[in-house]
T-cell receptor, first 112, second 115 residues
Framework: AQSVTQLGSHVSVSEGALVLLRCNYSSSVPPYLFWYVQYPNQGLQLLLKYTSAATLVKGINGFEAEFKKSETSFHLTKPSAHMSDAAEYFCAVHSGNTPLVFGKGTRLSVIA | DTGVSQDPRHKITKRGQNVTFRCDPISEHNRLYWYRQTLGQGPEFLTYFQNEAQLEKSRLLSDRFSAERPKGSFSTLEIQRTEQGDSAMYLC?????????????FGEGSRLTVL
């Protein structure tokens, strides 16, 4: 069975500071990994995805994530936080025909 | 706009009533998913369809829940005899099987409040 663990249900950073949201996965087969963002009262929007090509994946809004097989991790980073980045972020995994499995999410707050 | 649309966006009902949600996927997508999201949790898989066939159901989908996709286009999720524990955001997503990486495209959700 696949699973995702997001470390830290809430992360708070200052505007302009580095954003680091942690995600570890468990999968018995090579996974596809995703980061989604959810703004209040909205659906989920794809930020980026890992598809077994490049291990460093760039997404929208300046976010990127690095797939590290040895650490079973797929952490999300952004060099400089902006107020508009405040949202809930979800890491998700699937392989083959299995449904997408989500982590519990990390709420990002950005302090001016 | 040709994204995933859900209706209604908000539904308040009394315990014991039946409710139905509708999802219209992206037109060329053959897979349609239903997820449930409660406060402070990530989306939890309920069921999915490929065309009109319901291929998998989660154990979260009790016998009070039924989902259909009669013509392989839109889908409905019905909850009978609602309970307060059914209060959640119900998310619909669609994808194109066999193409790409299985990325799901989500609608904005239908929020259910059971009083």
């Amino acid at each position: 069975a696949q699973s995702v663990t997001q470390l830290g249900s809430h992360v708070s950073v200052s505007e302009g500071a580095l954003v680091l949201l942690r995600c570890n996965y468990s999968s018995s087969v090579p996974p596809y990994l995703f980061w989604y963002v959810q703004y209040p009262n909205q659906g989920l929007q794809l930020l980026l995805k890992y598809t077994s090509a490049a291990t460093l994946v760039k997404g929208i809004n300046g976010f990127e994530a690095e797939f590290k097989k040895s650490e079973t991790s797929f952490h999300l980073t952004k060099p400089s936080a902006h107020m508009s980045d405040a949202a809930e972020y979800f890491c998700a995994v699937h392989s083959g025909n299995t449904p997408l499995v989500f982590g519990k999410g990390t709420r990002l707050s950005v302090i001016a | 706009d040709t994204g995933v649309s859900q209706d209604p966006r908000h539904k308040i009902t009394k315990r014991g009533q039946n409710v139905t949600f509708r999802c219209d996927p992206i037109s060329e997508h053959n897979r349609l998913y239903w997820y449930r999201q409660t406060l402070g949790q990530g989306p939890e898989f309920l069921t999915y369809f490929q065309n009109e066939a319901q291929l998998e159901k989660s154990r979260l989908l009790s016998d009070r829940f039924s989902a259909e996709r009669p013509k392989g286009s839109f889908s409905t999720l019905e909850i009978q005899r609602t309970e307060q524990g059914d209060s959640a955001m119900y998310l619909c997503a669609s994808s194109l099987a066999g193409r790409g990486t299985g990325e799901l495209f989500f609608g904005e959700g239908s929020r259910l409040t059971v009083l």
